[in-house]
């Protein structure tokens, strides 16, 4: 009997803030002994042919994004990450929104870059929208220019209340998180909560809204995620079970934009299974 698969279910490329591009992503996964990976980089679909094109024998790869969503159900706006598997990369109404989210990212980084600037601090939008290569730019990308000019020494502190944490944080304009779950199951596509748990992040959703999203469409819960606690995780497990969701485990890898490895958290293949039997078969699960 062979052993089980090993299956990573978040993870980005250059495409967004990940820092290996998503041919270099793929035959990452692939030496690190990953079975199954999906590429699931913030608001675009831009690495899933050049990552499908470099595909090493023996790795499945499931195409995915990463949704910037927003539950307008408390004020300020609560920010949640949305994963989606598998889903239609032609549907009209989902390709529009992303290319909105896309374009609002990068009118925010340029008003970011200008409030540091205003404070004196040399940082260059066209260096950073270059640094971005032409994928999603966030602001990893502006932590980065932060980086170089000597002002920090880390990602981590870039991230912090001084700097792009709180300080020079600007909000996105996302997708109200109700309409991304349906447009992502109407491009027969399955969507998972992203890390929903995760308080270092900031605020969380409610476990009411997380029940609201489950009766529209929602398929799963990443519970496995570096940035859970054991409680945290275990909260998740129990709500997923509650709602009858899928529970999701991965390393959420950006390359070296953070420290977490590929296959550092996984998904179990049962687990696995479902996604891919929810999906409605518009993109297939691509085989190395
Ligand atoms: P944005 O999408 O522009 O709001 O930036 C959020 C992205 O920054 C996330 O997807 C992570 O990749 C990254 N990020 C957020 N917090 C941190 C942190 N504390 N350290 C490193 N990267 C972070
Ligand atoms: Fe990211
Ligand atoms: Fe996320
Ligand atoms: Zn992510």
Same mark, same amino acid.
């Given at each position: 009997?062979?052993?089980?698969?090993?299956?990573?279910?978040?993870?980005?490329?250059?495409?967004?803030?990940?820092?290996?591009?998503?041919?270099?992503?793929?035959?990452?996964?692939?030496?690190?002994?990953?079975?199954?990976?999906?590429?699931?980089?913030?608001?675009?679909?831009?690495?899933?042919?050049?990552?499908?094109?470099?595909?090493?024998?023996?790795?499945?790869?499931?195409?995915?994004?990463?949704?910037?969503?927003?539950?307008?159900?408390?004020?300020?706006?609560?920010?949640?990450?949305?994963?989606?598997?598998?889903?239609?990369?032609?549907?009209?109404?989902?390709?529009?929104?992303?290319?909105?989210?896309?374009?609002?990212?990068?009118?925010?980084?340029?008003?970011?870059?200008?409030?540091?600037?205003?404070?004196?601090?040399?940082?260059?939008?066209?260096?950073?929208?270059?640094?971005?290569?032409?994928?999603?730019?966030?602001?990893?990308?502006?932590?980065?220019?932060?980086?170089?000019?000597?002002?920090?020494?880390?990602?981590?502190?870039? *991230?912090?209340?001084?700097?792009?944490?709180?300080?020079?944080?600007?909000?996105?304009?996302?997708?109200?998180? *109700?309409?991304?779950?349906?447009?992502?199951?109407?491009?027969?596509?399955?969507?998972?909560?992203?890390?929903?748990?995760?308080?270092?992040?900031?605020?969380?959703?409610?476990?009411?809204?997380?029940?609201?999203?489950?009766?529209?469409?929602?398929?799963?819960?990443?519970?496995?995620?570096?940035?859970?606690?054991?409680?945290?995780?275990?909260?998740?497990?129990?709500?997923?079970?509650?709602?009858?969701?899928?529970?999701?485990?991965?390393?959420? *890898?950006?390359?070296?934009?953070?420290?977490?490895?590929?296959?550092?958290?996984?998904?179990?293949?049962?687990?696995?299974?479902?996604?891919?039997?929810?999906?409605?078969?518009?993109?297939?699960?691509?085989?190395?």
């Amino acid at each position: 009997m062979s052993a089980a698969p090993r299956i990573d279910l978040h993870t980005h490329s250059t495409a967004s803030d990940g820092t290996l591009s998503p041919a270099e992503l793929v035959r990452a996964a692939a030496e690190s002994g990953l079975d199954v990976v999906a590429i699931t980089d913030h608001d675009t679909t831009a690495g899933w042919a050049p990552a499908l094109e470099a595909l090493p024998a023996g790795l499945s790869l499931v195409r995915g994004a990463e949704l910037s969503c927003r539950w307008y159900g408390e004020e300020p706006a609560l920010p949640l990450h949305l994963l989606a598997y598998l889903f239609d990369p032609e549907a009209p109404e989902l390709v529009a929104e992303l290319a909105r989210v896309r374009a609002a990212r990068e009118e925010r980084g340029e008003r970011i870059v200008a409030l540091l600037r205003a404070d004196g601090i040399d940082v260059s939008w066209p260096e950073i929208l270059t640094g971005a290569g032409g994928g999603t730019v966030g602001r990893p990308h502006i932590a980065q220019a932060l980086i170089r000019a000597g002002l920090v020494a880390t990602t981590t502190e870039a *991230f912090g209340p001084d700097w792009l944490g709180e300080r020079y944080r600007l909000p996105k304009e996302d997708i109200d998180v *109700f309409r991304a779950v349906r447009l992502v199951r109407a491009a027969g596509g399955v969507p998972v909560f992203a890390h929903p748990r995760a308080t270092r992040r900031g605020r969380i959703a409610p476990d009411e809204l997380i029940a609201d999203l489950a009766a529209v469409g929602l398929a799963g819960l990443e519970a496995d995620h570096e940035d859970h606690s054991p409680a945290e995780r275990a909260h998740v497990r129990a709500l997923a079970d509650e709602l009858g969701l899928v529970v999701t485990g991965s390393s959420d *890898f950006h390359g070296t934009h953070k420290t977490v490895r590929l296959g550092a958290f996984t998904t179990d293949p049962g687990a696995y299974e479902r996604i891919v039997a929810e999906a409605r078969g518009v993109t297939e699960v691509a085989s190395g």
